[in-house]
């Protein structure tokens, strides 16, 4: 990357995603999909997207959804062993294609399916019988019925379904053909497979899944800094962790150091991820620690409280760049990990130089998310989310302590504890997020000129802007008179 003025501007002031634009280059690529979106870090995945490891956010389903769309979702370093072994074992089990139904039998009721059915964006429950197929549920056919009513007195019968063979562009024709926006999936015996939407079908064909050499979907972990670091490390990657996130809010520090070379001693078949810093100095010492990837960001985060409690922390595009060259030094790469909350500034994270992109917040307002969906007195729907440094995650780690601990700990809130995230009426989903993002990524490449994300790093031309610059740029919803 290169600025569009005197390269040495970026040196006198730090700059965040906002004040920074990138122009065209020439180009020679006609179409976006020639663009190649793979990232080169050795984590395996075909999008440079990676789910950040926060309670409110990533779970097994977003962790299998994103997945199948070719990124990858961090569990978070609280979560007990046993748990996340259960949500190892279940995301390496999910289909690579269809997406995993919600279930119910004859006898549940709506107010059961009505709990379950926005779990996942596909919006509907399969009402099975020895494991087959028999009804179809939506939300609309829980409307104005009981809440005690039985699903088969509201079950739509006339099922049209899918055989588990089906090819992406049949499975399209066929649903629209039959006037289906989605059917089940079943084997030759019968048995319910999964379940496929017609734009899930069409996903199939822009995105290829994140899987490890056994063609099982990828999945990462996170483990903090405290107590036995390199036993944890070595029961996560037994269990089947496909990369491992070495955690902790102020990454440039003794401890970091400590684990690191811990957890480099045990000797791990799986790349090790270390953070948080934003200066150079904490990229080379955590690389000669140990690490393979570095994750970039102090306070950028929507949760984060960080900068306005300590003053601490960086404007993200220039500690992204400098961390990016640093890395490629040692030919390590980066992650940049918060701040992002438009596909503009993913690009302009990867254009700095970083190998992929760590979103947190932006995907909490999504089906996939593990928290509740909930309404407002305006009728919309959100989740909560919350920081992994706030009160409520404090509590949440330190429960096994006793209550001195735990209250003195409570003290010391960095993050909120409690936010609105909007679902997005348009993109409610986090595979709608990721078709906007992506969207917006691979036209920045061909304005590059790049091919793939080596060259995007290579190629784009950067310049700064005034904040008129950027208000300039915003769409308008209505007219400005």
């Excluded at 999910?94 to 549940?108: G, N, P, V």
């Excluded at 926006?181 to 079943?186: E, G, N, Q, T």
């Excluded at 760590?358 to 309404?375: C, H, K, N, V």
């Excluded at 709608?432 to 490449?445: A, F, P």
Aim: net charge neutral; proline share 4%.
């Amino acid at each position: 990357m290169r600025f569009l003025t005197n390269p040495q501007i970026n040196q006198s002031f730090d700059l965040t995603y906002d004040d920074v634009f990138m122009v065209p280059s020439r180009s020679g690529i006609s179409s976006r999909m020639e663009v190649d979106l793979a990232p080169h870090d050795g984590t395996g995945t075909s999008l440079p997207l990676v789910v950040a490891n926060m309670t409110a956010i990533s779970g097994r389903r977003m962790s299998e959804t994103i997945a199948r769309r070719g990124g990858l979702a961090v569990i978070p370093q609280d979560i007990p062993l046993s748990i996340v072994e259960d949500v190892i074992k279940y995301v390496k089990s999910r289909h690579l294609f269809f997406d995993t139904a919600i279930t119910l039998d004859k006898t549940s009721t709506t107010a059961q399916a009505l709990s379950l059915i926005h779990k996942r964006a596909h919006g509907a429950v399969v009402i099975v019988e020895d494991g087959k197929p028999v009804g179809i549920v939506t939300e609309e056919d829980c409307e104005g019925v009981d809440r005690f009513t039985q699903l088969h007195q509201v079950m739509s019968k006339d099922l049209v379904m899918l055989k588990d063979n089906v090819q992406p562009r049949e499975a399209f024709d066929f649903l629209t053909e039959n006037r289906r926006r989605l059917a089940p999936v079943v084997a030759e015996d019968g048995k319910l497979v999964g379940i496929l939407t017609r734009v899930g079908a069409l996903r199939a064909t822009l995105y290829a899944p994140a899987v490890d050499k056994n063609g099982k979907l990828r999945i990462a972990t996170a483990v903090g800094i405290n107590n036995d670091v390199a036993d944890r490390a070595a029961k996560l990657i037994e269990m089947g962790s496909d990369c491992l996130v070495v955690d902790t809010a102020h990454g440039h520090q003794e401890k970091m150091i400590e684990a690191l070379r811990a957890i480099r001693a045990i000797n791990p078949s799986v790349p090790i991820v270390a953070g948080n810093v934003v200066t150079a100095d904490g990229v080379r010492d955590l690389i000669e620690a140990g690490a393979d990837i570095i994750k970039v960001g102090v306070g950028p985060g929507a949760m984060c409280t960080t900068r306005m409690q300590t003053g601490v922390g960086r404007p993200q595009f220039s500690a992204v760049l400098e961390c990016a060259a640093e890395a490629k030094k040692f030919g390590k790469h980066i992650w940049a990990d918060g701040g992002v909350r438009h596909p503009r500034d993913v690009a302009l994270a990867l254009a700095a130089g970083a190998a992929q992109v760590m979103i947190g917040s932006w995907f909490a307002g999504t089906y996939e998310s593990p928290g509740d969906l909930q309404r407002d007195s305006n009728g919309r729907l959100f989740k909560e989310s919350f920081g992994m440094a706030s009160a409520r995650a404090v509590r949440a780690r330190t429960s096994h302590e006793d209550a001195f601990d735990r209250a003195r700990k409570a003290l010391f809130e960095e993050g909120i504890s409690t936010s609105r995230m909007y679902l997005d009426p348009e993109r409610p989903g986090v595979e709608d997020l990721v078709d906007n993002i992506i969207s917006g990524l691979r036209s920045s490449c061909t304005y590059a000129g790049a091919r793939n994300l080596a060259e995007f790093a290579d190629k784009a031309v950067v310049g700064i802007q005034s904040a008129a610059g950027y208000a300039e740029g915003r769409p308008l919803h209505s007219s400005w008179k």
